[in-house]
């Protein structure tokens, strides 16, 4: 009896519900007679049986709310380690920009998501509904939510798809698009896809009562939903906005034949930046399964937590080994690259995230080894199609994003599917399977690249068109910061002359614009369209 009482003090103190402490002491108090003695044995049973339930249930409740509350917490910190990794990627002069722009993705993302956003993600949700819808129609700024954890961790991950741009747009992009574009994804174009895919009304939902193929596509934490939308954002953006003045062309607009590298200021921030990602990824990927109370959850979670720390240590060491073998071959000389291990370690925790909670720990070191591979590959590759990144963000995102959800069709087993989502319809190729579920994914990378191209492509020509989208030759060569934020720059060395002589100095901005204009009408027919006019 003295055991009964402390788990019911202890509930009362867990759930902090009033309700649920006096129900339970008055059905404990029922089973006491005037003598101090239970009622029946039978009696004592059933209603011990009964309290047991009564708590257990409360404090499950309680557990997963906090559950949500800490994953959500280290999902949104990785925030700051976005902000750290692009403050250190750009040069001195725009260091405050690319902080703003880091900030402003949380806040408009939390705005547009509770607007708009969360409504045509989740709006409608019933998982005993067969009926497909291609967006949600129901509970448009909360009203008629419930859950409202549920709500912050998916805000939390549309504020990360949005971040993923703000690196690769880097000391060139105008505030005014940057905040429009932001707004449009969070509030538009990533509902629709976490729809299609995480909502049972979705047409890709494998949890769905008539799923795609009898299977749908498995995603468990975001490489398809998250990291492919925040890709291939990235990719159109950075194509039509052009590389930063001097990167891959001269003042004239002649192709330089080895492009110009743009350092960033501080490595320090950038290893700060990737480490912190990595701690939140593990909020990232472990809270994907919402709930810890229930059957085989401590197990489904614990094998999250491993396969997202193999995947980044084999994505670092094959990132960075490659690129040594590839630089000794070219050059005769080996270099160790603390850029290609910090990314590639980047790269391999994208790569796992789809099939962190699906495949075998031995399949989770394969995917990271080959998603370092295909980093340094499309890194190199975007250089040569002289498209610049400024944080290869698109190499990191898109492009492992693409591998990640290839992978869940190729090593996902019986086992873990079964211990995730309760139910077997298809397992990787691999792994034994007919392809279904291989097609299953391979149509959700179809419908994410093709969704987010037929709304951003126009959007962003747009922004070019009405002069929003690229800051103006003299802001660009002055630096961001200055420009926009009327930042004083000491560090004369690593600055622009615009910055050195001051913001005022209307000659030398004349003559910044001259060379724009110059520039414009000498580049390359392929780079007229992304020159700001």
Known sequence: RPSIIIIIMISAVITSETTVYEACKALYADTINDNGDYASSSSQSDQLDYMLQCIGTSNAKSIDVFFLIYASSLVFFMQAGFAMLCAGCVQLKNVQNSMLKNLLDACGAALGFYSVGYAFAYGGLDYNDPSKTFIGTTNFFLVGVDDLMFWLFQFAFAASAATIVAGTLAERCQMAAYLCYSFALTGFVYPV???????????????????????????FAGSLVVHLTGGSTALIATYLLGPRRGRFYDHRGTPLQTPKEFPGHSVALQMLGTFILWFGWYGFNTGSAITITGPYKDQVVSLVAVNTTLAAASACVAAMSANYIYDERKTGEGTFSLTYAMNGTLGGLVSITGACGLVEPWAAVIIGLVAGLIYLTMSKLLVRMRIDDAVDAVPVHMTN?????????????????????GKVNDVGVFMGGDGRLLGCQC???????????????????????????????????????SSYHCSTLLLNSQVGPAARYGKNNQQLRRSLDTMEGVEENTSPPQQRHIIHP
């Open 401 to 421: 994003g693409i591998w990640g959800t290839i992978a869940t069709g190729l090593f996902a087993n019986s086992k873990r599917i079964k211990l995730a989502y």
């Open 443 to 481: 149509c959700g990378v179809l419908f994410v690249v093709g969704w987010v191209t037929l709304i951003m492509f126009p959007f962003f020509c747009v922004l070019n068109y009405m002069g929003w989208f690229r800051a103006s030759a003299s802001d660009e060569v002055e630096g961001l910061d």
């Open 193 to 219: 896809v976490a729809h299609a895919v995480w909502s049972p009304q979705g047409f890709l939902n494998a949890e769905a009562v008539t799923p795609m193929w009898g299977v749908g596509a498995l995603d």
